[in-house]
């Protein structure tokens, strides 16, 4: 059975590794992505983190971009009121449950949220004074009451808690359970949960069903002892975090440590438990939706009604088939007998009118009939009350009505043959619509089958779309990397020039300005080794033409290179030094006469296609792909631009390549184009 909540043990494993990744990371904002679901993003320093909190079912870090509702309901928002800009202070686990408790302090004050995992959860907002404040379910228990304005209070607890426990006082409680089976007694005892009871008998070859009072003393401190190995394996962060596949190949749990109970079974392994969880949550939820849309089963169904339909409709028109032919014939052999027919009739109407009783009658013609006389040989038998007389002409019995004229039961006859007959053709059209649907539900359902066998690929593309990358800091500033692989960073504003040089930039960096006013720093991060002079050219050139001297319309402009420790904030005695400009002291190297260009080019992935869009120096961008163009200060702007260059990439790109391309976003290379501004050198 698949996983659907936490575990005592994925919870302590889970709020460990939380704790040295998000500990004093500041609230950006919060997001409620369902009636259950919360979404914290989180910033610390440069690194941006997003914890997905679920109700009754998980916590954890998710690398996916997830569908944000446009309007966030009230419970989002009061959360945003509270926690918005506040410091998480501390995640504390609460005894070995399925709760933790996240603790965020900030100008509002400090507040509490408590987060339950078990049953159908819930997550609750606790002031200073422990009152609760709001909450995703209020409710009214027997032992405790989730309700505003009242204080909080933490739910029972399922068992004692296993941090707090000593040896001897584990085996006193064990054997308290008497003749309940050991799992049992220790899911209820410690509260873990099944798989971990039996988890802890299976690593000690001890029966599950064992009756605890049929332990001794020395097997009960063995459980004890790899109960505490188990916990402080989690607690010490020495963790083994795997998803398991079940037989089939599915998804079937995700685990903080390798689990005896699951030998034999596939295992993917990974860095952390909670990249586990994010892989192990987002795959099913996808898989889920998926399911959903498949209706396999349901198609199953139709397609059994549509037969067992279709072989009903195919008997009633045998049957039709079959009337409408007996009831022709039985026309015809009137017809045929027609001499034969009036004389037994005449006769017995002869013999009624002589004053003979019915039964007289027909006993009479049937001895008659023995001796073969004509016209008593058809005679079968008489019904006196309704006036039928039952014959059989060549084989074929059929009924004659007395009061009715010989040609009138013939016509009769026929009538029935032509109902019968029109029964068949509407038993024909009911079938031909029946066969058209069941066709239709079969063509169905083999799309769905073979989508359900795609369907693992299409949710691992899907989420591969979906997968956020953790940027790298230089992705906040322009970027390229030159032909021979040194990064090269640019400003983008005051405030970024700023940080790149008091923050970003290294001693044995290299610093590039342009000589106008308003360009940015330009930075070449050398990492110790010694950058070439093409190297040098190509930053030159990138600074030229993130410049003011693009938007003004310059060919060239003189750029120099400096040193970082000839960069200062102290002017001269009374001069001011803007924010995001430094003081050059020193010597400067020049590099005269600098061509404004740059370069956009696109790379596809090998393995999806996809493509990525690159820019920089025209050099470094020719190093990295033959699908580029090359443009200078011009008068074309904007989306006009932007179409201009999409269509010039994708002349130069091959045609199974060219679709996607066509439908890639331009915003995904107007940051390339200084001032989204120019024109087209090269087509």
Not at 484 to 504: H, M, P, R
Not at 598 to 604: D, E, K, L, R, S
Request: hydrophobic residues 40%; proline residues 3%; charged residues 30%.
């Amino acid at each position: 059975m698949r996983k659907a909540e936490f575990t005592s043990f994925d919870v302590a494993a889970a709020v460990q590794e939380l704790r040295k990744q998000v500990l004093n990371a500041k609230v950006s904002n919060i997001y409620q992505l369902d009636n259950k679901t919360l979404l914290f993003k989180l910033r610390q320093g440069d690194d941006v983190y997003r914890l997905v909190v679920e109700a009754g079912k998980r916590l954890n870090l998710t690398s996916y971009a997830l569908e944000k509702p446009l309007v966030p309901p009230a419970f989002c928002m009061a959360l945003r009121k509270h926690l918005r800009n506040s410091t998480l202070t501390s995640i504390e686990q609460y005894r070995f449950e399925r709760v933790v408790t996240l603790s965020f302090t900030g100008k509002t004050g400090s507040f509490n949220l408590v987060v339950e995992l078990f049953g159908d959860g819930n997550i609750i907002l606790v002031d200073g004074e422990n009152k609760i404040l709001h909450a995703l379910l209020y409710k009214r228990m027997r032992d405790r009451n989730v309700l505003r304005g009242e204080t909080f209070k933490f739910p029972p607890s399922t068992g004692q808690n296993p941090l707090e426990l000593d040896q001897q006082t584990f085996i006193n409680g064990l054997k308290a359970f008497g003749e309940t089976e050991v799992v049992r007694a220790l899911a209820r005892f410690l509260g873990i949960g099944g798989i971990y009871a039996e988890e802890l008998l299976l690593r000690l070859g001890i029966d599950k069903n064992t009756p605890c009072n049929s332990l001794n003393v020395s097997q009960m401190g063995e459980i004890y002892k790899c109960l505490e190995g188990l916990i402080h394996k989690v607690l010490e962060g020495k963790l083994e975090p795997v998803i398991v596949f079940d037989e089939k190949g599915e998804l079937l749990d995700v685990v903080p440590l390798r689990l005896k109970r699951y030998d034999g079974l596939k295992h993917q392994p990974y860095k952390s438990f909670n990249e586990a969880l994010d892989e192990f949550y987002t795959k099913i939820e996808a898989l889920e939706k998926v399911e959903a849309k498949k209706g396999d089963e349901a198609l199953k169904r139709e397609i059994e009604r549509l037969k067992r339909v279709l072989a009903e409709q195919e008997k009633a028109l045998q049957e039709a088939k079959q009337k409408a032919e007996k009831y022709r014939r039985i026309g015809d052999l009137i017809y045929a007998h027609s001499g034969e027919l009036q004389a037994l009739l005449n006769r017995l109407w002869e013999e009624k009118k002589l004053g003979a009783e019915w039964e007289a009658i027909a006993s009479k013609i049937l001895a008659e009939k023995k001796d073969g006389l004509t016209p008593s040989k058809f005679f079968e038998s008489l019904d006196k009350h309704g006036l039928i007389l039952n014959v059989c002409v060549e084989g074929v019995s059929f009924s004659l009505d007395m009061q009715r004229d010989l040609y009138a039961n013939a016509a009769e006859y026929y009538e029935r043959a032509k109902a019968s007959k029109r029964k068949v053709e509407g038993a024909e059209m009911a079938m031909e619509e029946t066969r058209r649907r069941l066709l239709e539900a079969e063509a169905r359902l083999k799309e769905v089958e073979e989508a359900a066998l795609a369907a693992p690929l299409e949710v691992e593309e899907e989420l591969a779309k979906r997968k956020v990358r953790q940027k790298h800091w230089f992705e906040k500033f322009k970027w390229f990397r030159t032909s021979d692989g040194f990064l090269v960073v640019a400003g983008k504003d005051a405030a970024s020039n700023e940080a790149l040089i008091k923050k970003y930039t290294a001693p044995e960096d290299v610093v590039f300005h342009a000589d106008v006013a308003g360009a940015p720093f330009v930075v070449v991060k050398t990492e110790g080794k010694k950058p070439s002079e093409q190297c040098l050219r190509e930053a030159a050139e990138f600074a030229a033409a993130h410049s003011r001297g693009w938007r003004e319309g310059f060919t060239s402009l003189d750029v120099y290179c400096v040193k970082p420790s000839q960069l200062s904030k102290a002017g001269e005695s009374g001069e001011y030094v803007p924010r995001g400009a430094f003081v050059v002291r020193g010597s400067r190297n020049w590099m005269r006469n600098t061509p404004l260009r740059i370069a956009v080019g696109v790379v596809f992935d090998p393995e999806t296609g996809e493509p990525t869009f690159i820019g920089g120096a025209v050099e470094a961008v020719k190093a990295k792909t033959n699908i580029y163009t090359v443009l200078v200060p011009g008068e074309n702007e904007g989306k006009k631009l932007l179409h201009k260059v999409l269509k010039v990439l994708a002349e130069k790109t091959p045609k199974d390549k060219r679709e996607k391309l066509l439908k890639a976003n331009l915003e995904a290379f107007r940051e390339f184009i200084p001032y989204t501004r120019g024109r087209i050198l090269q087509e």
